[in-house]
């Protein structure tokens, strides 16, 4: 596949303040541009309305006699002649569609229209019956673009215990997933060999033939048979694209076979991945996607059969450039997969934008995931604020194979699927999938955790950031650190004047009660040690930390919510300091990590001092 920058498709995209893809595949420069302003025409336009009514028009009665089925269908015809009456002044033409699991109505225009015009329909429709609870464009939503023997977990830097990867060795002495599904709700999975043991049976929620791109439209097989889309296909002057498999590699960052000697590892190699196909040629409608949060969640949809296997789980690596508040449909399916037990887990976009003003990742109640680079700083692409959960490996993507992108599964095939490979992607659609497989860790260790109890470890387990990662939530996450959470196993402060491993991660910080000078050792090259320091109103912390005299150590000093605030990365043999002042009224928490840089680790040769004082 052909290089793409992430920085500069995405700039565009925000220009437009339209959909927004939240991860793209690998096209050349020039074409990923292109694919940038098509999904962006893409998103401005829908041939489709959901209407929800606060009623079904019948009595009791008529729901309990043999006649309902005739009754509804007079019902449906009269409001169809209102709907046509209201829409009138638009000169639109309206055909009834489907029922969505949300009980809403999906109708039909005679042609594909401005977002802006379709919502002014909506509103005219909402205007004139009292007995709609809300009507509003089903817009179009995009793709969000001990070690195992797999050969190129070396090149899985996100997964590693270091200091921006996800510290997944560790967990794994925990928890594999065992007994956890995981939905992804994308353009569907290819089987591909290093993750077809781990897929269920899911299904093609894609309504329209053409979009589906596999001859008609819903069924239960969700294989994706590829989204290219030709120069125009989508809309006057969209630009052409290939497929991007998009959902075969979120699905592989969560699942693939682990430690079978092949390509990649998963996350949780031990879980299952519901593959429920959303995304086609040219996005996704919103009324798809919906029925797609109700489904995989255990929820029933009208004419589709039951979930058998409802996740726990449900990634989407998907949206939008519109707020929640704005798309009820959204967080009507939302709330139905919450109250079913799951979690939602969202990518936050791309577009380098307050998360506010997307859609699902602004929805109330989902997981709200932004992305950070190798380096542990937020990715150039990825939004930010308030509603951020927390953050994950996302990467950097600039040319074909960049080792400071995601790797994971794909189909190397540029239109139809031809055979496996692997490819590194960058986004918060990779970012996105490493926290769900991260909550399918904490889910196996302990079944009978709740939703809020999960997301609540993930954000007090995950680690300071090692970078600037302004509004990112509450840190990077940390997989051992979640896991260890979940189950109550906190590390206590120290009690006399040496370092208590494991702290490796801010939950696991030894706690420094007053001023001391500890004795630490850096166990591993991939060894972080953690600290936090109460410091009372007005005083000053200062730290100093000394490594023996060929070793090389660095220490960072960061604020409660995990920004950084200070760092020290002297030479070998030298003393690293840092110090801030609590200028607040009453105490704060402070964390200091000491991480490895290069010389001696272990018992003897990996000792260093640190010292505290305020």
């Known amino acids: ?108 225009l005679d042609r594909r229209r401005t977002v802006e015009e379709v919502a002014a329909m909506a509103a005219k429709i909402a205007k004139d019956d009292p007995n709609v609870a809300y009507a509003e464009p089903d817009y179009i939503m995009q793709p969000l673009a001990a070690a195992p023997n797999d050969p190129r977990w070396k090149d899985q830097w996100d997964m590693q215990n270091s200091a921006t990867g996800i510290n997944l060795t560790k967990a794994w002495d925990i928890s594999t997933g065992s007994g956890v599904v995981v939905a992804v709700i994308d353009t569907g999975y290819r089987p591909h060999a290093d993750l077809a043991a781990n897929v269920l049976p ?62 990649v590892a998963g ?50 690596s998907l949206g939008g450039k519109r707020s929640c508040t704005e798309t009820q449909t959204y967080q009507e399916a939302i709330d139905k997969a919450i109250a079913n037990k799951a979690i939602v887990v969202v990518a936050a976009g791309n577009s380098s934008m307050d998360v506010s003003g997307f859609t699902p990742a602004s929805c109330r109640g989902v997981v709200a995931v932004a992305a950070y680079g190798k380096s542990g700083a937020r990715a150039s692409y990825s939004n930010y604020g308030a509603k951020i959960a927390l953050a994950g490996p996302g990467g950097e993507w600039e040319f074909e194979n960049d080792p400071e992108g995601i790797l994971s599964t794909v189909d190397v095939g540029t239109k139809d699927p031809v055979k496996d490979g692997y490819t590194t992607m960058a986004g918060t659609s990779m970012a996105a999938p490493h926290v769900a497989g991260v909550a399918a860790l904490m889910l196996a260790a302990k079944p009978s955790a709740t939703a809020d109890e999960v997301v609540s470890a993930l ?22 650190g979640a896991v260890k959470a979940i189950k109550g196993e906190i590390v206590q402060p120290p009690s006399g004047s040496s370092e208590v491993e494991p702290n490796d991660g801010r939950l696991a910080a030894n706690a420094v009660t007053a001023p001391k000078t500890l004795n630490a050792t850096m166990g591993t090259t991939a060894d972080l040690d953690y600290y936090s320091v109460q410091l009372p109103a007005g005083k000053t912390l200062s730290v100093a930390m000394a490594p023996n005299s060929d070793s090389d150590y660095d220490v960072y000093l960061y604020s409660a919510s995990g920004s950084l605030l200070k760092s020290s990365e002297n030479g070998p043999g030298e003393v690293d300091r840092v110090s801030t002042t609590n200028t607040s009224t009453k105490a704060q928490t402070y964390y200091i990590a000491v991480q490895h840089y290069q010389g001696g680790t272990g018992a003897v040769n990996g000792k260093y001092t640190v010292k505290f004082n305020w």
């Open 267 to 316: 996350i949780a190699p031990n879980a299952k991945i519901l593959p429920v196909r959303v995304l086609g040629k040219c996005g996704g409608a919103t009324s798809d996607i919906a029925d797609a949060i109700v489904w995989a969640s255990g929820g029933e949809v009208p004419d589709i059969p039951t979930n058998t296997t409802p996740a726990r789980v449900l990634n989407l």
């Open 202 to 263: 899911g299904y093609d929620m894609i309504t329209e033939a053409t979009r589906a791109n596999d001859g008609d439209g819903r069924d239960n097989d969700a294989r994706d048979t590829g989204s290219w889309v030709a120069s125009g296909e989508c809309q006057p002057g969209s630009s052409a694209r290939d497929s991007s498999w998009h959902g075969t590699h979120v699905a592989g960052t969560i699942a693939a076979v682990t430690n079978n000697g092949v390509g």
């Open 459 to 480: 954000k007090s387990s995950a680690r300071p950031f090692t970078a600037s990662c302004d509004q990112c939530g509450s840190g990077m996450l940390d997989a051992y």
């Open 1 to 108: 596949m052909k290089q793409f920058n992430t920085n500069k498709p995405v700039a565009r995209l925000s220009q437009t303040g339209i959909a927004v893809a939240l991860a793209m595949m690998a096209t050349a420069a020039h074409a990923e541009q292109g694919f940038a302003a098509a999904a962006a025409q893409q998103g401005t336009h829908t041939d489709q309305l959901i209407v929800k009514y606060r009623t079904s028009g019948l009595s009791l009665q008529q729901l309990n006699s043999p006649s309902a089925h005739t009754a509804a269908a007079t019902v449906r015809a009269q409001r169809m002649t209102q709907l046509q009456t209201s829409l009138q002044p638009f000169g639109a033409i309206t055909a009834f569609k489907r029922t969505t699991g949300l009980g809403a109505q999906v109708i039909k």
